[in-house]
T-cell receptor, first 113, second 115 residues
Framework: DTGVSQNPRHKITKRGQNVTFRCDPISEHNRLYWYRQTLGQGPEFLTYFQNEAQLEKSRLLSDRFSAERPKGSFSTLEIQRTEQGDSAMYLC???????????FGDGTRLSIL | DQQVKQNSPSLSVQEGRISILNCDYTNSMFDYFLWYKKYPAEGPTFLISISSIKDKNEDGRFTVFLNKSAKHLSLHIVPSQPGDSAVYFCAANSNMGGSNYKLTFGKGTLLTVNP
């Protein structure tokens, strides 16, 4: 069990630039989740995939955000035209079936200059 | 509207004593509860969970208690060890309404275990 892997660990970019993060879930897990965590808060749900299908997007996910999971394996989260308020830790998690614990990666910390 | 509340931002205990972390929830549709531990610069690590059909679940030094009528759960760590020092998050989800994948987290409690 190699765990959930996220890259990059840190991303610093200027406001207005586009950024893309990658998540590799635990290999047999068919469910994949993205969360965002800001200082002093718990993780907040962004979106969920079952295999390659994106089944829900939170209202937190504006139209500048897009997530994909081609072939039901790794996932990418892209933020276009980044804003100061996008600065946060972006966490990816995966699970095998419902009511099984979600296992998290170490996150990508995004800093907007 | 915060549906999962951890009202104590921090807790300090002596090594060997019991640590009790508390969590309250407002959404009566929540039926699965989890505790995660988070060290700095790492992602949350799953600790223990409980389904609403139970009122207690134990795993080694960790026990979670669920009081559905009070919408309250607690995590007991006995005995506490310095390596337990971390932020602890309470999380919940619901199998009803098709949203059984979405975890709702509290803000976390920073536990410090003093040697």
């Amino acid at each position: 069990d190699t765990g959930v892997s996220q890259n990059p660990r840190h991303k610093i970019t200027k406001r207005g630039q586009n950024v893309t993060f990658r998540c590799d879930p635990i290999s047999e897990h068919n469910r994949l989740y993205w969360y965002r965590q800001t200082l002093g808060q718990g993780p907040e749900f962004l979106t969920y995939f079952q295999n390659e299908a994106q089944l829900e997007k939170s209202r937190l996910l504006s139209d500048r955000f897009s997530a994909e999971r081609p072939k039901g394996s790794f996932s990418t989260l892209e933020i276009q035209r980044t804003e100061q308020g996008d600065s946060a830790m972006y966490l990816c998690a995966s699970s095998l079936v419902q009511n099984q614990p979600q296992h998290f990666g170490d996150g990508t910390r995004l800093s907007i200059l | 509207d915060q549906q999962v509340k951890q009202n104590s931002p921090s807790l300090s205990v002596q090594e060997g004593r019991i640590s009790i972390l508390n969590c309250d929830y407002t959404n009566s549709m929540f039926d699965y509860f989890l505790w995660y531990k988070k060290y700095p610069a790492e992602g949350p690590t799953f600790l223990i969970s409980i389904s609403s059909i139970k009122d207690k679940n134990e795993d080694g030094r960790f026990t979670v208690f669920l009081n559905k009528s009070a919408k309250h759960l607690s995590l007991h760590i006995v005995p506490s060890q310095p390596g337990d020092s971390a932020v602890y998050f309470c999380a919940a989800n619901s199998n009803m309404g098709g949203s059984n994948y979405k975890l709702t987290f509290g803000k976390g409690t920073l536990l410090t275990v003093n040697p």
